[in-house]
T-cell receptor, first 107, second 113 residues
Framework: RKEVEQDPGPFNVPEGATVAFNCTYS??????FFWYRQDCRKEPKLLMS???SGNEDGRFTAQLNRASQYISLLIRDSKLSDSATYLC????????FGQGTELSVKP | ETGVTQTPRHLVMGMTNKKSLKCEQH?????MYWYKQSAKKPLELMFV???????ENNSVPSRFSPECPNSSHLFLHLHTLQPEDSALYLC????????????FGPGTRLTVL
């Protein structure tokens, strides 16, 4: 079983759509969680940390459910520039990455 | 623009060659990392250095040999690689290790023939 598992992609959505990514993790000792974004042929960059109470950054909302070992990322009013691969990441002594979900936002 | 640079950006080598990948961070961080990213697979942590001391070797074959001469530089020495070692090798740095944000370099795209 993968330590961090994400929705298979790709997600193809029109501009302005709301899209949700789901992620589960298997290590209950995981302490911190993140979403990283990786553009095509570029390096990963931190998008946002994920807190138990849920957190929002503009059009992006991240949520964590420790009981279900589940993490989500919601993107509202998607833009063309949101097209990228979104990586779900758990920290359990080291960063453990999911395989990523590719998002393609079309005009 | 990232504060972590990597050279070369692309590398093609034969299985008998010896080459080195270089990483430099300009962020004043004290922890550095090597990751491997293969197609359709998650990033895999290879090595962690904290304060120039190796603190993690994630069961990496000995044909990969890291070196961290100071807190700003990290090398990955390669020898007798296999075709399945072809991948994107990413360097990252962070302040104090732990779960602090990691900043990645652009990577070296390695092809082993």
């Amino acid at each position: 079983r993968k330590e961090v598992e994400q929705d298979p992609g790709p997600f193809n959505v029109p501009e302005g759509a709301t899209v949700a990514f789901n992620c589960t993790y298997s290590n209950s000792a995981s302490q911190s969680f993140f979403w990283y974004r990786q553009d095509c042929r570029k390096e990963p960059k931190l998008l946002m940390s994920v807190y138990s109470s849920g957190n929002e950054d503009g059009r992006f909302t991240a949520q964590l459910n420790r009981a279900s070992q589940y993490i989500s990322l919601l993107i509202r009013d998607s833009k063309l520039s949101d097209s990228a691969t979104y990586l779900c990441v758990a920290w359990a002594g080291k960063l453990i990455f999911g395989q990523g979900t590719e998002l393609s936002v079309k005009p | 623009e990232t504060g972590v640079t990597q050279t070369p950006r692309h590398l093609v080598m034969g299985m008998t060659n010896k080459k080195s990948l270089k990483c430099e961070q300009h962020l004043g961080h004290n922890a550095m990392y090597w990751y491997k990213q293969s197609a359709k697979k998650p990033l895999e942590l290879m090595f962690v250095y904290s304060l120039e001391e190796r603190v993690e070797n994630n069961s990496v074959p000995s044909r990969f040999s890291p070196e961290c001469p100071n807190s700003s530089h990290l090398f990955l020495h390669l020898h007798t690689l296999q075709p399945e070692d072809s991948a994107l090798y990413l360097c990252a740095s962070s302040q104090d290790g732990g779960d602090n944000e990691q900043f990645f370099g652009p990577g070296t795209r390695l092809t082993v023939l």
